[in-house]
Structure formats: C-alpha cells, structure tokens
T-cell receptor, first 108, second 115 residues
C-alpha cells in the first residue's frame, strides 16, 4: 500500500534551534517525494522535491531509500518558518498522497 | 500566469442539499486533482482528472463526483450533504501528463459548512 506517515502532529522549537520534520513512506517502486508548506492564511505550496536536491529557505530533505524516509531539516529555525508542513508522495498513477501534516511552531 | 481559481470561496448548506464547486486550473495544465482538508483527517484525495477522464478516485462514497471539461476546468459535486462533509475542498492542477502528477499547484479552496 502507498502511504506517507508523519509521526509528529506538532513540533515546537525555539528560534535558532535545529529542526527535523520526520516523514516515512511506503511505496513499491521509485518514489517521487515532496514537501509542501501551508503558512497561515496562504495556499498550500511546494517547498521542495527530492529530485532537485535543492535547499529552499534553508530547508533540505534527503531521500533515504533504505529507511524509506524523507525527513525535512533546517539547522536554525526562524519564526517565519512556523507553518503546517506536509510530506507527499507522487504515485505513477496520477495521485499525490499526503501525510497527516506536522505543525511547526517556532517560539521567539 | 493566473493561479488556480476556485469558486465559491465560502458556502453554507444544510443537510440533504447538494453542492457544486468549480475549479479553473492554471492555463496549459490538463491534470486537475481534488482534495478534502479537515483538521482531523488532513488532506484526503478525492479524484484526479486528465483530459476529461477520471484517472484516479479516492475512498469517498458515491455522493462525491466530479467532471472535467474540454478547457480543463473542473467541477465537483457532493449530493445529500452530511454534517461530516464540512471541510475545505482544495483543487490543484499539474502540468504533467503521464507518469504521475508531480508538483501540484493549489487553489485557495472552497470552505463548505454543512448545518
């Protein structure tokens, strides 16, 4: 079964602390993985995708096929990073499957 | 390019009524997906259309239906509304054709309240 799991509903850190948002997936085949972000009162938008291996707003995510994980990391959290983060997997049948989401709260 | 546009943005209905939501994708995007977003369940996939054909359907009852027109605009319909249908309904479009949808571009959503 194709599934995305984000074990933490809420992650609360202080400004300047490192952040790691966990994502595990279940997929038979080569997955295409994404992180989406939804800031308060804004539409859901793409943050980054694993195939581009880029850093966006200081965030990076590495695909670990052995552990079937795609954790999102940032070395120093900023208050403007506070948002809801969704990990997502694109199946080859035209469906984007989302995890339950993790709310990141960065305290001053 | 204009983003994904959804109408109406807000609506209130009563149990037993039906509702139609509309979505205009980004120009040139032929894939349109619909999601239901609730605090308890997160983002639940409803269906995806490509070139007027439904390619995928999520685990929702038959009261939920959709269609896509030749200009890629899409509508979804919910009949016999229940209180549990209250949610934010998100539409998203993708430029990709075959081999999965890849990146999705989301609209702001239609917030449905069922009383």
């Amino acid at each position: 079964a194709q599934r995305v799991t984000q074990p933490e509903k809420l992650l609360s850190v202080f400004k300047g602390a490192p952040v790691e948002l966990k994502c595990n997936y279940s997929y038979s085949g080569s997955p295409e993985l994404f992180w989406y972000v939804q800031y308060s009162r804004q539409r859901l938008q793409l943050l980054l995708r694993h195939i581009s291996r880029e850093s966006i707003k200081g965030f990076t995510a590495d695909l670990n096929k052995g552990e079937t994980s795609f954790h999102l990391k940032k070395p120093f959290a900023q208050e403007e990073d506070s948002a809801m983060y969704y990990c997502a997997l694109s199946s080859n049948t035209g469906k984007l499957i989302f995890g339950q989401g993790t709310t990141l709260q960065v305290k001053p | 390019k204009a983003g994904v546009t959804q109408t109406p943005r807000y609506l209130i209905k009563t149990r037993g009524q039906q509702v139609t939501l509309s979505c205009s994708p980004i120009s040139g995007h032929r894939s349109v997906s619909w999601y239901q977003q609730t605090p308890g369940q997160g983002l639940q996939f409803l269906f995806e259309y490509f070139s007027e054909t439904q390619r995928n359907k999520g685990n929702f009852p038959g009261r939920f239906s959709g269609r896509q027109f030749s200009n890629s605009r899409s509508e979804m319909n919910v009949s016999t509304l229940e209180l549990g249908d209250s949610a934010l309904y998100l539409c998203a479009s993708s430029p990709r054709g075959q081999g999965g949808v890849g990146e999705l571009f989301f609209g702001e959503g239609s917030r449905l309240t069922v009383l």
